[in-house]
C-alpha cells in the first residue's frame, strides 16, 4: 500500500478516534442528578424542639433525587414522604427548584415549596386510601388533586455546593403554614419551621438508570464520607457511590461530533476508492493516433481493441445504432442450442399427457367409427347402383351402335348395289331408302326392345329386296337375312366390345360374300373388310344416327367407287 | 470525441466532500429522529418502559455509516468505464 493511501486510512481512524473521545467527554457533562438527604436540626414552634426534630429525623428523612446539567442550570428535585399509623398520618411533599453554577464551581441555590397533610386528614384518608395504597407507599402515585383544601402549603430555601466531591452539602430551611386547620382534633399546631442540612449521599436505594452510551462515560467516584452527621445513616463506608446518577434516557450523543461523520466520509471513500479499484490498477491507457483504426461499425477511427470488439459485437447480431453511439441488442441469428435433458424431459412429458387419450375420446372415436361405417354402407350401395346404372348405359350405348351399324351396313349395300346395277340398282336403292324412311326403329326400339327394333329394320328391307333378280339380289337377301342375327351382335358387342364385333360382323357377313361375289383378289377384299369396318367404327352411334342416310349414301358411293373402278354404271 | 476524464484527485475531493455533507446532515437530524424512534420501537414491543439500547446504538452510529456508505457509493460511481 502506497503511504499516501496509508495516511488516508490512519487519518480517517484518527478522525473517528478523535470524535468518539469528544462524545466521551460530551457525554460526561450530560444532564445527571445528585442524591441527598434532608437532615433536621433545628424546629421552631409550639413544642419540645428535640421531639420534634426526631420526628422529622424519623418520619421524614428518605433520600431523594435532585436533577441538574452538570455544565450548569436550573436544578429540579422531589421529595415525598410519609408517616402514620392506625391514629396518627401525616404526608410532606417538597418541590426543589434552582440554580446551579456548574461542576466545575458547585454553587447550588433555590427554593423549597410543597404542601403538608396531618391530622385532621387522617380519618378520611386512612378509609379511602390507606388499604390501597398499603401504608402509604403510593404517595407518589396518588392524584391528591382533590385534596387541595386539606394541603397546608411549605415555603422555603436552599443552597450549598456540588462538585462531586464528598464535601458536597449544604443547608435548608422550610417553613409549614400550619393554622387551625385541625383543630377539630384536641392538638393545635400552628405555622412552625424547620431547618438543617443537606448531604449527599450514594446510589443504594437510587434506581441505576440505562447504561447506554454512558458505558464510554467513567463516573465521577467519590471516596463516601466517612462520618455523617446523622444517626440513621447505615451507608457502608467502604462501598463507592455514584455522586451523578442518571436521570434520564441520554441522548444520542455520538451524532454531536462532526469529526465521527467526518472521518466515516474519509474512510468510507478511501474503501470506495480502494474497491473500485482506483487505487490498485494501472492507469487507464491513452490511444495515440498513430494506433487508431478505422471502425467497423460506423467507420470512424477507433483504437484496435474497440474495432475488435466492434467486429466481434457486429459478428453476434448487434446493431449499431449512430444517435446513441452505442449497438443495439437484437435477436441473434445464430440457433440457438438444444434444449436441456429436464427440458427435454418435460416437453416428452407435457406431449404425453396432451396426446393421453380419456374415455371421452373412445367413446368419440367410436361414435365417429359407426358413422364412418354408415357413410360408407351408403356409399357401396350407391356405387353399387352406380355400376348398375352405368352397365345399363353402356348396353344402351352399344345398343344404340349396333342399329346404326346395321343400318350402315344396310345402306351401304343398297349404295352399292345402286350404283352397280345401273337402273335396277338405282330402283332397289330408292325403295331402300323409302322402306327405310318409313321405319322408325327408334320407336320400335323403345316400345319393344332392341331385338324387335333391329329385326324389324332388316326384316323391311330385305323383305323388299327378296324379289330382286340375279346374284346382286341374291347376295342382297343374303346379307339382310343374316341381319337377323343382330341381337346375337348386340350381345357379343356386350362382351367383346363394339370394334371387335363390327369387324367380326363385316369380315364374316359382308366382306365374304363381296368377296366372293364382286372381287376375284381375296387380299383386296381383306383390304376393303378393313377399309369399311374401320370406317364404320370410327363414328359414334349417336353422331352416324343424326347424320342419317347422307353420311349412308356417301359410304355407300365411296365404297362403290372402292369397289368398281370409280365408274358408276354398275358391272355389266 | 472522448472527453477527457476527471483526475482521481478531483474525484476523491469530491466524494470526501459530498461523503461529509451527507454524514454531517445525518447528524444534525439523528438527535431529532430519537424520541420519536424511542416511542416507536417502546410502541411496537408494547412496553412502554421499554429501554431500546440497541435503537441508541444504532442512531449513534447513524452519521458514521451513512458517511461511510456514501463515500464508498460515491468512489464506485466515479469508478473509471472500462466496459459497455
Known sequence: MKPLRLITFILAILLLTAGFLQNHSSVSAQTSGAEMELVYSEYQGTGNTAESVEFWNTGFSDPFTIVFDQKGGPVTGEYWGSIGSETSMM??????????????????????????????????????????????????????????????????????????????????????????????????????TLSGSWVAVGTEGIPTSVPVLEELVE??????????????SDTTVDDAFTLFPDTDFPPVTSAQSPLIPVGGALLGTSLGFWAAGQWGQKPMPVPTSTNLVVSPANGSMVTPDEARWQAEKLAEGWVWNETSGGFNAVQLKHPTSDPSILAKIANEAATNAKNASSPLDNLIHNLHQERVESIRE???????????????????????????????????????????????????????????????????????????????????????????????????????????DGAQFVNDAQEQGLTTASRNYLDKKVTDQFKKTFLPDADEA????????????????????????????????????YLFGGESGGIN | MKQKEMPRWLKFILSLVVSCVVGLVGSILVPHLQKPMVALVARLVRDP????????????LVPLLVSLVSGYLMALAFRPKVGR
Request: negative net charge; aromatic residues 12%.
Open chain 1, 378 to 484: 351408403m356409399m357401396d350401395k350407391h356405387q353399387q347402383d352406380f355400376y348398375s346404372h352405368i352397365r345399363d348405359a353402356q348396353f344402351y350405348n352399344t345398343a344404340s351402335k349396333v342399329v346404326s351399324t346395321v343400318k350402315t351396313a344396310a345402306d351401304y349395300s343398297m349404295e352399292a348395289l345402286a350404283f352397280a346395277t345401273g337402273p335396277a340398282g338405282k330402283g332397289v336403292k330408292t325403295f331402300y331408302d323409302t322402306a327405310t324412311a318409313s321405319v322408325d326403329v327408334v320407336v320400335t326400339i323403345q316400345d319393344e326392345g332392341w331385338g324387335e327394333g333391329i329385326q324389324k329394320a332388316a326384316d323391311s328391307a330385305v323383305d323388299i329386296l327378296a324379289g330382286h333378280t340375279g346374284d346382286k339380289g341374291k347376295v342382297i337377301k343374303e346379307i339382310y337375312g343374316e341381319v337377323k
Open chain 2, 49 to 60: 418502559l421499554y429501554e431500546p439500547m440497541t435503537l441508541y446504538i444504532f442512531l449513534a
Open chain 1, 91 to 192: 404526608i410532606q411533599y417538597l418541590s426543589f427548584s434552582g440554580e446551579y453554577a456548574g461542576v466545575e464551581n458547585g454553587t447550588i441555590s433555590g427554593t423549597i415549596d410543597g404542601w403538608f397533610l396531618a391530622k385532621g386528614f387522617y380519618d378520611m384518608f386512612n378509609q379511602l386510601n390507606a388499604a390501597l395504597c398499603q401504608a402509604l407507599d403510593c404517595v407518589e402515585t396518588t392524584d391528591w388533586t382533590g385534596y387541595d383544601p386539606f394541603k397546608r402549603p411549605i415555603t422555603g430555601t436552599w443552597s450549598g455546593k456540588i462538585t462531586g466531591s464528598g464535601e458536597d452539602r449544604g443547608v435548608f430551611t422550610f417553613t409549614v403554614n400550619i393554622s387551625d386547620y385541625d383543630l377539630a382534633e384536641s392538638n393545635e399546631f400552628t405555622p412552625y
Open chain 1, 219 to 232: 463516573p465521577i467516584i467519590i471516596d463516601p464520607p466517612e462520618t455523617l452527621e446523622r444517626e440513621v
Open chain 1, 526 to 561: 381383306g383390304s376393303m373388310a378393313e377399309w369399311v369396318g374401320d370406317k364404320v367404327v370410327s363414328e359414334t352411334g349417336e353422331v352416324f344416327i343424326e347424320k342419317g342416310i347422307e353420311q349412308s349414301n356417301q359410304l355407300g358411293e365411296d365404297t362403290g367407287r
